[in-house]
Every structure is written in C-alpha cells, then in structure tokens.
C-alpha cells in the first residue's frame, strides 16, 4: 500500500518543477481493477524551449500490486518544466474487457542528493507486546532475588533471566542507552502503537486505554502529530514494515508507504527482510523506517526451532503459555539482528539513529487479569 495519484483513463496530470542536478524520478504504477484491459503509462516532459520529451512508457497488463519505475532528468537540471503523468487504455484482444481499469502513480518524487536538515535516519522497531523482564540485559539479579524471596511468589508476572536468548537486543542495549522505567500509553496495540507516533495520551486522542479496534470519531477528525508526516516535511522518507492487523486498524497513517505481514511464526522473519531491502535500496536517502512486529504476544505461535531455545525450568518459564512467548522474543530478537547487520552493511549504523521500544506489555502471570497491572503496560 502506498500513497498515489488518481487518475482517470485517458488522463493527464501535470505539475510545474524544477529540475535539480542529478535528478532521478521515481515512481510506481498500479491499477484499481485488475480485471479491466491493459493500460499505457507514459511520463513527458514540456522543457523551457518548448519542447516535449517522452522519458518513460509502459504497458501494463491488468493485475494487482505495483510496478516500480524510474527515469533519469539530470539532462534538464537546472530548467523549469512540466512533468506530464499520462494514461490511456492500450490496445487490447478482441475477447477482453474493452474499458481501461483507473490508473494509479505510486507516490512519484523527485530525488536529487542535497544536504539534508535531518542529520540521522531513524529506523523505530515495535516488538509487539515485549516485556522487559523477556531480555537477560534487563534483568538485576539482586532485584530478582528479592521478589523470588517474597512471601507472596511473582508467578509469571517475573520471567526468568536468560542469558544469550535475545543477544541482539543485549548489544543494542549495551551500545545505547536502556530506559529501565518505560510504560506504554495503553494496555492494548493500536492506542499504545498511536501514543509512541504522536506522542499523546490515548485520552487525547479519542481512544479509551484498553480499547483498540474501535473508531473513535474524535481521533478520525483531528489533526495528529503523527511522527512520519513532521518528517515528512523535512523531506525525509517514510516507510513503515507492520502486520495486517496493525494495516486493518490504520496504523499506517502518515506513512507514504506500507508493507503489510500476515500474522505466523515466520512473520518476524519476512517483516525485516522487507525492511532490510528497502533500507539498502534507500541507504543513500534519509528516511524513518517504521518496522513493527506483531509478536511476541498472546497466546503465541513460536516455531519449533525457536521453542527448543527455551530451556527447561528453573533457567526458563514453567508455564506453556509464558515459554511461548519467550521463544517469540527470541524470534523477534533474530529479525532485529538481521536489521541491525543491513545496517553495517550499508554503512548506515553511526547515521541512523535505533529505537527499540514495544506497543504494550503481556499478562502472564495466572493470578492477573490482562490489561489491569504492571505487566501490561511496561515496556
């Protein structure tokens, strides 16, 4: 899902902009109905002199998705011109739908390297519902004795300490800075996901704390401080990696575009691949990546590779429900990893600025009721 530009077949829009030095147009194409016939698109430019230069066409047959396109203007750097996005129905087989489906241009920008106002990217990592006490480097073992030594036991609402399970997040922690008294806005993902973009209580924005589906007319009328469109304004590209669920409930507000996960063991995995191309196909841009997990969270589905990483009690959880959730953290701690290694390999580390961070906490202890205490709110 990405912004894009409306257009009926036949059209034209068009747009008056200078050309900077080195300028790359990049764009995509799609189609609304996918079933309709083939559709050409073209890109002209009218430059100073007159003169009309067509620098891109393309047929596309019907279907769904998009098509990613770019052309080169570093030959009219420097000019004024009309940039003319153009579509028509192509030509099609005589047993096809004669009408052209509506044309759609996939957030089209002008890209030039200049010096940025932003001097870092930001790549902002949601890890679902991770609770501190799910990563070894969080842990004070003479804090943890005391509370094993109570006279009224933690239950889950304390999870074990276990070393080398998360050592991504150990050596994110070590490099920066850890925030050991963290609490999410709400107890439930989309109000704690909307309250660390704005910066707001959920109160503020038209969210009851624990409600996270419903659509509150107050949020959908007013004008949030959503992060990535302040960005956006300083002329830093915006992408956000999230589930389908996260898609479905409008987190992808604000973003030019959104790669949306279906939920599963594997979703950790493909999430961060998508973020890690992406990264390295704009490593030479300032962007704000937005890269959100849909686990570890409740009741889990960890894979059998990660579920055999949990060791047996005392070291690990004695509840079934509380070791899969641990061994979604160590899921999610492997995508991580794999996210901050593109950033070595692009070069990208000591530019980018990493924020780790959760949309809620996780009830496991069996005496708690979810959404009430501690456990689902610190992050």
């Known amino acids: 899902r990405r912004e894009a530009l409306v257009s009926p077949t036949p059209g034209t829009i068009r747009f008056r902009v200078h050309v900077p030095r080195g300028a790359t147009l990049t764009f995509a194409e799609g189609t609304l109905e996918p079933t309709g016939g083939a559709t050409a698109f073209s890109v002209s430019l009218l430059d100073a002199n007159g003169a009309l230069r067509e620098v891109h066409r393309h047929v596309r047959e019907p279907s769904a998705?998009?098509?990613?396109?770019?052309?080169?203007?570093?030959?009219?750097?420097?000019?004024?011109?009309?940039?003319?996005?153009?579509?028509?129905?192509?030509?099609?087989?005589?047993?096809?739908?004669?009408?052209?489906p509506t044309a759609l241009w996939g957030n089209p920008t002008i890209l030039a390297k200049a010096p940025s106002r932003v001097p870092y990217n930001v790549l902002w990592i949601s890890a679902g519902g991770l609770r501190p006490d799910a990563i070894a480097s969080f842990h004070d073992d003479e804090v943890d004795a005391a509370k094993l030594a109570a006279p009224l036991p933690p239950l889950e609402a304390l999870l074990p300490k276990v070393p080398g399970l998360t050592p991504a997040i150990d050596e994110l922690g070590r490099r920066g800075a850890r925030f050991t008294s963290a609490y999410s806005a709400a107890t439930s993902r989309r109000p704690g996901i909307f309250g660390m973009l704005t910066g707001a209580r959920p109160s503020e924005l038209g969210f009851d704390r624990t409600e996270s589906t419903a659509r509150a007319a107050r949020f959908d009328a007013s004008d949030l401080p959503l992060l990535p469109l302040l960005l956006r304004r300083q002329n830093v590209t915006t992408h956000a990696f999230v589930s389908e669920q996260d898609a479905r409930a409008g987190i992808d507000l604000g973003f030019e575009r959104v790669a949306a996960h279906r939920a599963g063991p594997h979703a950790p995995s493909e999430n961060a691949q998508?973020?890690?191309?992406?990264?390295?196909?704009?490593?030479?841009?300032?962007?704000?990546?937005?890269?959100?997990?849909?686990?570890?969270?409740?009741?889990?589905?960890?894979?059998?590779?990660?579920?055999?990483?949990?060791?047996?009690?005392?070291?690990?959880?004695?509840?079934?429900?509380?070791?899969?959730?641990?061994?979604?953290?160590?899921?999610?701690?492997?995508?991580?990893?794999?996210?901050?290694?593109?950033?070595?390999?692009?070069?990208?580390?000591?530019r980018t600025i990493v924020v780790l961070t959760a949309a809620h906490g996780a009830t496991l202890s069996r005496a708690h009721k979810a959404g009430h205490f501690e456990e689902t709110t610190k992050v």
């Open 274 to 350: 998508a973020a890690a191309r992406w990264i390295e196909a704009n490593k030479d841009t300032r962007f704000f990546a937005f890269v959100s997990f849909d686990s570890p969270r409740l009741p889990g589905t960890p894979s059998a590779q990660h579920l055999e990483r949990v060791p047996p009690p005392p070291l690990g959880p004695t509840d079934a429900r509380a070791r899969r959730y641990v061994a979604e953290t160590a899921a999610v701690d492997d995508a991580i990893g794999a996210l901050l290694r593109t950033l070595d390999t692009t070069g990208l580390r000591d």
């Open 65 to 100: 998705g998009w098509s990613e396109a770019s052309c080169d203007l570093s030959e009219l750097a420097g000019q004024e011109v009309e940039l003319r996005f153009t579509t028509k129905g192509a030509e099609a087989p005589r047993d096809a739908r004669s009408s052209a």
